[in-house]
């Protein structure tokens, strides 16, 4: 018999807090990047965009084949269903939810993007926030809106 039922408590706690924290294998951190978003290609599960700024993400040091530069089309890879921690989220201006084909080119957006698991030259995209719509950003001086493609 326990003799100070709240002693016994907090000690199972403790021990569940160890239990926890002991199977967290090292989780990727992300990086933010801020690009203009260009293309979703729906068939090969990628987005295309124009880096505007790399970001930096508080993880281990990217490969030389990853990094980002300023001026530079990357390719994302996407995954467009699943639970929210295996899918890539879209999230509008307002941060609702929105599809892969409810984006414009010419949006401004953030991409918070880890390396892939599967590919160790590719990156996958777990978030992509639009902040800039292309309207937005047509009337402003930097207005650098990409070519539309020729189908």
Avoid: C
Avoid at 63 to 76: D, I, M, S, V, W
């Amino acid at each position: 018999m326990v003799r100070h039922p709240i002693a016994a408590s907090l000690i199972a706690l403790g021990v569940l807090a160890l239990l926890a924290a002991a199977p967290a294998e090292a989780r990727q951190k992300q990086t933010q990047t801020e690009a203009t978003f260009l293309s979703y290609d729906a068939e090969a599960h990628t987005i295309n965009v124009k880096v505007r700024r790399t970001g930096r993400g508080t993880g281990a040091k990217l490969p030389p084949q990853l990094r980002l530069k300023r001026g530079q089309e990357a390719t994302f890879n996407v995954k467009e269903s699943g639970s929210v921690l295996t899918a890539t989220v879209v999230k509008s201006k307002e941060g609702t939810r929105m599809g892969f084909d409810q984006l414009q080119p010419g949006v401004k957006v953030f991409v918070f993007w880890v390396p892939d698991t599967k590919d160790e030259n590719a990156r996958f995209a777990r978030s992509i926030s639009v902040y800039t719509s292309a309207e937005e950003w047509a009337g402003s001086e930097e207005a650098e809106l990409p070519a539309a493609a020729a189908d």
